[in-house]
């Protein structure tokens, strides 16, 4: 399953996912060995690969014929493809996704090959050791599209709030595969209008940007109690017959900021959240779609109105889901705790530049993404990384300038950051990592961002929170990493947080326990990360009730000071 709707009517299109492929390791114990998988699929799901690191071949054959775009929504954590034994394209990062075209192929069955490689190396400036699981596989889907001599790569349609109504912004790219010059004529339809965009004439093999204005007519907001869906679709005509189209949703809703308040639709938000990695002991990170949802209906069972992407962007079916149930999201690029020294990678700025083009080209239309951020606690007390944020901050504004900007921080008043972004974010861990009283040091971080920061008067977020507990270790010592204490000191984060009149909200560290890299952190028990609410098989721990109770007990809205 690639999307929760039809995204073609005219485009020939087949998913390659959801049946079995070859794979076979290509070093190891169990080189060469032949396993059938489903895929999506991450190798470490195969009994024999759990902790395999390396490179995996994964094989099918395909009927094909003419031109056609092979599209992957995410393989870990590099991908070579070849088709007939020929390479026919290269992607680094499991978190975005890609395609190739291939031209002319002749009628019949083809090998299609994925070379999927999960090692770390210094070529890799993103997928380091780390505080959570770099998975090896075809991790999301595979699509196969058969195209005529042109297409459109995407449509862009971004709501613009007037006195009147809504405008749409809309940006379609269109590719020209022949060899000749053409001339394509563009509709566009939304909301029961038809636009006729006037004929663009694109060179041999070249592109084109085409933008319009569109009126929708009389259109219902996006709310989170009321998330209205509208589909958009671009159909390209070669004279006077329809020869591709492509369909995308949007919601008419406006995020931005005011002072100290994040604003939805003019309404002051209070973010009661979760961080949620992709990660299932059955599944890894290639969660199928019942799993994602499952994950929605306990997060929401939690009361919670929002999730943070820790710390990559999602599978596209993930946000399709939030966006049909009014579930917002702070999505944000690939990186997580990277030190000066890994930042200087000469791979790092070029690597995770691409990250945020490749998220914000294929995600900008979801309206549930709100927030986009980057660099989650990174070298932002430096000179060097003030440089890469400030850079990844314009990087963001140039593609997508309707959405606020952020980045979780752990520099502990030393983060000289904050002057770049709409919205401060604190990574903080009171009453976990040192016995600081809640009250106390969330009232100090945020008084020194007021007073003595280029965050001041800002929208303040406290984006990881929480402690660890073993699912089913219970003392009356109230001992660390018993439920007990895990349920305890959230109760006194949560309360402290969401009490704090000028915070706009909480994102609670973590949603499910995950496993780590062994490399990173072998010493965390269980080598998982044990802060979740919920275990890694989603089994309640004594805080799924204390966080219930308290996240249903404050608004999703709520006046502010200065209101």
Not at 49 to 73: D, H, P, Q
Not at 367 to 391: H, M, R
Not at 434 to 444: A, I
């Amino acid at each position: 399953m690639i999307r929760t709707f039809q995204t073609n009517k005219i485009r020939e299109t087949r998913e390659l996912s959801g049946s079995l492929w070859n794979l076979s390791p290509c070093a190891g114990e169990h080189k060469d060995e032949k396993y059938s998988v489903a895929v999506p699929c991450c190798w470490e799901t195969v009994p024999d690969l759990s902790n395999y690191r390396g490179t995996g071949l994964f094989s099918r054959t395909m009927e094909a014929e003419g031109n056609i775009r092979l599209v992957f929504k995410g393989v870990s954590h590099t991908a070579r493809v070849c088709l007939d034994g020929r390479v026919i394209g290269e992607h680094y990062n499991a978190y975005t996704p890609f395609s190739f075209i291939v031209k002319n192929v002749s009628k019949g069955d083809h090998l299609l090959e994925v070379y999927a490689d999960n090692s770390f190396h210094e070529n890799s400036a993103l997928h380091v050791p780390n505080d959570y699981m770099s998975y090896g596989g075809i991790s999301r889907g595979v699509v196969l599209e058969t195209l005529e001599d042109a297409f459109i790569e995407f449509i862009h349609a971004v709501p613009v709030r007037l006195e009147e109504g809504w405008n749409t912004k809309v940006l379609v790219k269109i590719k020209n595969l022949s060899a000749e010059e053409k001339g394509y004529g563009l509709i566009i339809q939304l909301n029961g209008r038809r636009v006729v965009i006037d004929e663009a004439v694109i060179g041999p093999e070249e592109e084109r940007l085409v933008e319009a204005d569109i009126f929708p007519g009389e259109v219902e907001t996006w709310e989170m109690e009321n998330p209205r869906l509208y589909e958009i679709r671009g159909i390209l005509t070669e004279n006077g017959r329809e020869i591709d189209d492509l369909i995308d949703r949007i919601g008419y809703r406006e995020i931005k900021t005011e002072g100290k308040d994040i604003l939805l639709n003019g309404r002051k938000l209070l973010i009661k959240g979760f961080c949620r990695h992709e990660d299932h002991p059955m599944f890894a990170c290639a969660l199928p779609f019942s799993a994602m949802q499952q994950d929605l209906l306990i997060a929401r069972d939690l009361g919670a109105n929002s999730i943070r992407t820790s710390h990559y962007p999602n599978d596209e079916l993930f946000l399709d889901l939030c966006d049909e149930q009014g579930i917002l999201v702070w999505e944000e690029n690939h990186a997580r705790g990277l030190t000066l020294e890994q930042m200087k990678n000469p791979n790092f700025e070029e690597q995770a530049e691409r990250c945020i083009e490749e998220m914000i080209t294929a995600h900008i239309n979801h309206p549930s993404v709100i927030i986009w951020g980057i660099l989650n606690e990174c070298a932002s007390d430096t000179e060097y990384g003030y440089d890469c944020y400030k850079k990844q901050y314009d990087l963001i504004k140039s593609l997508d300038d309707t959405r606020p900007r952020s980045s979780a921080s752990c520099k502990f008043k030393t983060d000289i950051c904050l002057g770049l972004p709409e919205i401060v974010s604190y990574n903080l861990y009171p009453e976990w990592y040192h016995d600081t009283p809640v009250g106390d040091y969330v009232e100090d971080i945020y008084h020194w961002v007021q007073a003595e920061s280029q965050g001041r008067d800002k929208p303040f977020l406290v984006t990881e929170i929480g402690a660890g507990a073993i699912y089913g270790y219970r003392s009356q010592t109230m001992c660390k990493w018993s439920e007990e204490y895990q349920a305890k000191a959230l109760e006194n984060q949560i309360r402290a947080v969401l009490d704090h009149r000028e915070i706009c909200g909480i994102y609670i560290w973590q949603f499910c326990d995950v496993r780590v890299s062994d490399e990173w952190f072998g010493s965390r028990p269980r080598t998982m990360n044990n802060k979740g609410i919920v275990d890694e098989f989603r089994r309640r721990k004594m805080s799924y009730d204390v966080v219930k109770g308290l996240f249903h007990s404050y608004p999703d809205y709520k006046e502010r000071s200065g209101a």
